[in-house]
């Protein structure tokens, strides 16, 4: 109290008292008319003024309370400040017991009767002798005694998705809101060519499906970490704890907590969750489970030798109210062993009014020829829309308009070329720039730039400059030491693991575990 204040403790503390028993009614109704007293413009400074402030009856009632708590005048009125009797007529010990064990059985997926006797154990120990020098029980205390170790066990596969501030809304987002609505319990394949816009697509389509509905993302690539060891997006148990957490998290369905589930239990978990939060929404209203780069969790799955969860998730049944939609690319929708009936929507790109508002943010000097001609050398011809990644890999590297319309006829490769063109060039020779992309594409994402530069044996300095000149295929984020980089798209990551090789990778790896051994040790 001396070390904190007696306002500052007044706003944190309650003493509640909880008992089988109930409160007499009037001792109810005076402290009720002593607290609006205390809390009033003009708060009384004793307890007497208090006392002479009451009615008759709830000054009795007051008084004996007074004269029975021994307490100081002071003292006590903040001890009526504190005092909670709402606790008072409670059920038995034993039944809230078993209430407290439904409870449990409706927000976590454990033995609900296990789960209680560890939080009542947990509770019991923090406020006896044992937790002196306690600051309280915290979440993470309360998820350790129903045997989750770390959060992170709770959302093993969070999205890393990195949305532009001020996106640019496409016509496509709407027309495939109303694909996705109408499309029943048929899943959805938004699919497209690489940079189309799929992942800016699906983050737009909550805004144009009905009022209350929501959308449940999971992102597959991971800022490129899908491949990374330790990460495995693809795997059901991944995914599926992900995603039923997810809708816990969003909708109050239970927590899946348990660890040792096998894939048939996930997927029914999973169920039976998305029939729980179909039900929370109004009539009207959908829930979408998206997910996104669901090819990218297909070729992990063939280069790992493991089961992807994404065609199990295509053929489950889908609760009315709920609808399900992944993204891939075009050419790889057959990886997704998607069953009959399946709905494909091709995304195309930016129409005519995207491609301006993209360059004029740009270029805002920009002519409508030019707006024009960068469209048509994008990709905006006839059916066909301009692709918006080349669009922003030429915008990026061009410093103005004239050079951005000289540059939009390349193809994507073009710009990769001349994107690790850029690099060799603040290498010594294209032999050291080719260590060093192995490098940056073997080491896990974000990769922290110091930890880059020593696996490189490079200033800090010169690593920053050989990954700058690497964008805008590469995402450079913070300052000085806390600097990371990851990678923009797949594209990028897959060009420049083609041009090091598997032979070169897997030196790469080599020395990142050499550099990780002494600190294992």
């Given at each position: ?74 003292e ?91 996106p ?107 029939g ?15 997910v ?48 009959e ?26 002519t ?81 730039v ?21 964008e805008?295929?590469?995402l ?5 030491s ?12 897959t ?27």
């Amino acid at each position: 109290w001396g070390e904190h204040g007696a306002e500052a403790v007044r706003e944190r503390l309650q003493v509640r008292l909880v008992s089988n028993q109930p409160t007499a009614e009037p001792l109810l109704r005076a402290l009720a008319e002593a607290r609006i007293l205390l809390e009033g413009p003009s708060p009384p400074t004793g307890t007497k003024r208090l006392l002479d402030g009451l009615t008759s009856d709830s000054e009795a009632e007051v008084r004996r309370l007074y004269d029975a708590s021994g307490l100081q005048s002071q003292e006590f009125l903040d001890f009526v400040r504190v005092l909670d009797l709402t606790g008072q007529g409670e059920d038995s010990v034993d039944l809230q017991r078993l209430r407290l064990v439904q409870e449990l059985g409706l927000a976590a997926t454990v033995d609900p009767t296990r789960g209680v006797r560890a939080l009542e154990r947990l509770i019991a120990i923090d406020a006896g002798p044992h937790g002196v020098g306690s600051h309280g029980l915290t979440r993470s205390d309360v998820l350790a005694a129903l045997g989750v170790v770390i959060e992170a066990d709770l959302f093993p596969a969070p999205a890393r998705f990195t949305p532009p501030d001020d996106p640019i809304l496409v016509g496509e987002a709407a027309a495939l809101a109303d694909q996705i609505v109408g499309a029943g319990r048929a899943p959805v394949i938004a699919h497209g060519p690489a940079g189309v816009g799929k992942t800016t697509t699906l983050l737009q389509v909550r805004r144009h499906l009905p009022e209350e509905s929501e959308v449940i993302a999971y992102d597959s690539f991971g800022e490129g970490s899908y491949l990374d060891p330790g990460s495995e997006r693809h795997t059901p148990r991944r995914a599926l704890v992900q995603l039923t957490n997810e809708l816990a998290a969003r909708f109050g369905t239970p927590f899946l907590l348990e660890r040792d589930l096998d894939r048939p239990d996930l997927f029914q978990r999973f169920r039976d969750a998305l029939g729980r939060a179909g039900q929370l929404v109004p009539e009207g209203a959908v829930v979408v489970v998206a997910v996104d780069a669901a090819d990218n969790a297909a070729y992990a799955a063939q280069r790992e030798g493991d089961e992807s969860f994404v065609p199990r998730l295509l053929r489950a049944p889908l609760p009315a109210s709920v609808r399900l939609l992944v993204t891939c690319r075009t050419h790889r929708i057959a990886d997704l062993s998607a069953p009959e009936g399946t709905i494909e929507h091709e995304l195309r790109g930016f129409d005519r009014d995207a491609t301006e508002t993209h360059i004029r943010r740009r270029f805002p000097e920009a002519t409508d020829a030019e707006v024009g001609a960068i469209h048509v050398k994008t990709g905006g011809r006839g059916r066909s829309l301009a692709n918006p990644r080349v669009q922003a890999y030429v915008l990026g590297a061009s410093a103005t308009v004239a050079e951005a319309v000289a540059s939009a006829a390349a193809t994507p490769q073009k710009i990769f070329d001349d994107l690790f063109a850029s690099a060799v060039e603040q290498a010594p020779d294209a032999a050291r720039a080719l260590d060093w992309v192995g490098a940056l594409v073997a080491m896990g994402r974000p990769a922290p730039v110091a930890s880059f530069a020593a696996l490189t044996g490079q200033p800090v300095l010169a690593a920053r400059r050989f990954v700058r000149a690497l964008e805008p295929g590469v995402l450079l984020e913070g300052s000085g030491s806390d600097a990371t980089v990851g990678f923009r798209d797949e594209d990028f990551e897959t060009d420049l693991r083609d041009r090091v090789g598997s032979v070169a990778l897997a030196a790469a790896h080599a020395r990142i575990a050499d550099a990780l051994l002494p600190v294992a040790e």
